[in-house]
């Protein structure tokens, strides 16, 4: 849900219309946090206790680098590209990856606000297996 409406947040804004472009950045102003506690708090529920600040670690360095990064790109970007070509960029991005985050593990997606019994596994390391591949022998940890 937050990633279609920064989808539609971000067409709003490639639009030349001011009331538009100002409920655009209303919208993108609610969903921001509303992605980022939804993101937080997924892995939260996912990551082991012991192993809470490793990965929280690894999950701030993989997200200030890319941002930090995003900054020159996107300066560099703006002089050449027309920003309005940038925000259709961005809103196809969102919606892509809306549809996979939608279509990628719906058991586990549809079961995630429920209580695990002790025969359901919510911890989403199946799903997570399926992508990592050959790596996701990281997962495991030591109690």
Not at 33 to 48: D, E, I, K, N, S
Not at 86 to 112: D, H, K, N, Q, T
Request: glycine share 10%.
């Amino acid at each position: 849900m937050g990633l279609a409406c920064l989808t539609l947040a971000m067409l709003a804004l490639a639009l030349p219309d001011l009331v538009v472009v100002l409920a655009g950045m209303v919208v993108a102003g609610f969903v921001g946090p509303w992605l980022g506690v939804a993101g937080v708090t997924a892995f939260q529920r996912r990551t082991p206790s012991a192993m809470m600040g490793r990965v929280f670690g690894v999950l701030r360095l993989t997200l200030t680098i890319p941002q930090a990064a995003s900054i020159g790109i996107g300066a560099a970007l703006i002089t050449v590209v027309n920003y309005r070509v940038l925000l259709i960029v961005i809103a196809v991005v969102a919606a892509a990856s809306g549809l996979f985050a939608f279509s990628a593990c719906p058991p586990a997606r549809r079961r995630a606000g429920r209580l695990a019994d002790e025969n359901q596994d919510l911890s989403g390391h199946n799903c997570i297996r399926k992508y990592l591949g050959k790596y996701s022998s990281y997962l495991e940890y030591e109690h």
